[in-house]
């Protein structure tokens, strides 16, 4: 059970968009900035949000973040085939005085 | 350019412990701080704890205080992470990765890691 709230799934055909919420609490990401992570199979995470809506350089601009109090969303825009991957918000929590990840959201291209 | 390279794939029996290798290349190893992060076979991302590589102060995750070391060699630009007592829930891959503005930027390729009799 993961302390930030991820659907499991999501799918979309190519050129569609797709938004993943991440849903959590005033100790973590209504107190703290968070982040999004690309997992690719096979591969480590790769950062792709970070400070709730600012993109890394390299990271193409159909991605994008926001945040309103407790809850967060990521939207891919434009969906192509090798944005299937796992998705995962992580933030800072005050009270756990540690970082929680969401469970991932596996996004499937059709 | 900036990289983490990790050290290689282990095999521990229960019980056992296992110390792995972070190598920071491209930055300045004290400049950040680390975080340590595995993934168990088919699951999510779990922290597990961090070290300051200039102080070697760190934090662990409640669940494996008393099972995890931290530490940092700023000579070889090196961090290390130790657990012990493993039992077969330690099977995972093990990722460190480099802590940016509260979010991590560069990440180690991981190390798997076996737990098995």
């Known amino acids: 059970q993961s302390v930030l709230t991820q659907p499991p799934s999501m799918s979309a055909a190519p050129g569609q968009r797709v938004t993943i919420s991440c849903s959590g609490s005033s100790s973590n990401i209504g107190s703290n900035f968070l982040s999004w992570y690309q997992q690719l199979p096979g591969a480590a995470p790769k950062l792709l949000i970070y400070?709730?809506?600012k993109r890394p350089s390299g990271i193409p601009d159909r991605f994008s973040g926001s945040k309103s109090g407790t809850s967060a969303t990521l939207d891919i825009s434009g969906l192509q085939t090798g944005d299937e991957a796992d998705y995962y918000c992580g933030v800072w929590d005050n009270s756990l005085r540690g970082v929680v990840f969401g469970g991932g959201t596996r996004v499937s291209v059709l | 350019q900036v990289q983490l390279v990790q050290s290689g794939a282990e095999v521990k029996k229960p019980g056992a412990s296992v110390k792995l290798s972070c190598t920071a290349s491209g930055y300045t190893l004290t400049s950040y701080d680390l975080y340590w992060v595995r993934q168990a076979p088919g699951q999510g991302l779990e922290w597990m704890g961090m070290i300051v590589p200039s102080a070697g102060g760190t934090i662990f995750a409640q669940k494996f205080q008393g099972r995890v070391t931290m530490t940092s060699d700023p000579s070889t630009s090196t961090v290390y992470m130790e657990l012990s007592s493993l039992r077969s829930e330690d099977t995972a891959v093990y990722f460190c990765a480099r802590v940016f503005s509260s979010s991590l930027d560069v990440w180690g390729q991981g190390t798997m890691v076996t737990v098995s009799s």
């Open positions: 400070d709730n809506f």
